[in-house]
């Protein structure tokens, strides 16, 4: 048994990028993902999963077609697959994403914020 | 959309039980469920999943047959399936379990602290 605990901390002090999901865990097919975040993202959905958004520092919201929600630090929302989603950050926010390995962060928007996938630190 | 955010506090706030998993979301089939854990719990283990574990507050040791792994606040681990393990808390711990839905918290071992299963907050 390696024995190592995942320490977001110290994760998170190993990267700067924006919009750049890292891997830090893996249960089953699905990964654990940190990720910074500021200004607006892509609107975009992923139809074959639902996907996790927990914030660990700061504040998100994800805007929907009809509504949004706004997570503060502490707080978590399950975005339903199919939904057109947009996340946006006022201020720089750490978040962890949890999905299934190989879901792309834009979805099937594409274009300059696509990150690379299955990028573990 | 229902844009309510699962606010982990609040949440924990409506419970005191311990070693008594309530589900506080859904993602696709898999459930996050909250726990207060304080003293050893059972030897036991998950033949068909890996099974994740979120230190919200507090310390958390997981023994294992070979070793251990000790989580604090911020800190998570996976533990693999099959690989049976003992969660142990000197203290009251607050934390977050990741794992699909219908899994029991004792495994195959049952015993009088197998809780019910699904139970939402």
Request: net charge negative.
């Amino acid at each position: 048994m390696t024995c190592v605990p995942v320490n977001f901390e110290e994760k998170f002090s190993r990267f700067k990028e924006l919009w750049s999901p890292k891997v830090v865990a893996q249960m089953n097919d699905y990964q654990f993902k940190l990720v910074r975040v500021q200004g607006e993202f892509v609107w975009h959905d992923h139809p074959d999963t639902d996907e996790t958004f927990i914030v660990m520092d700061g504040e998100l919201e994800i805007k929907f077609r009809d509504g949004s929600v706004t997570l503060k630090s502490g707080e978590m929302f399950v975005v339903p697959r199919g939904i057109e989603h947009c996340p946006v950050a006022e201020k720089e926010c750490r978040i962890m994403v949890i999905e299934p390995a190989g879901v792309v962060n834009t979805g099937d928007t594409g274009g300059d914020l696509t990150a690379d996938n299955d990028v573990w630190i």
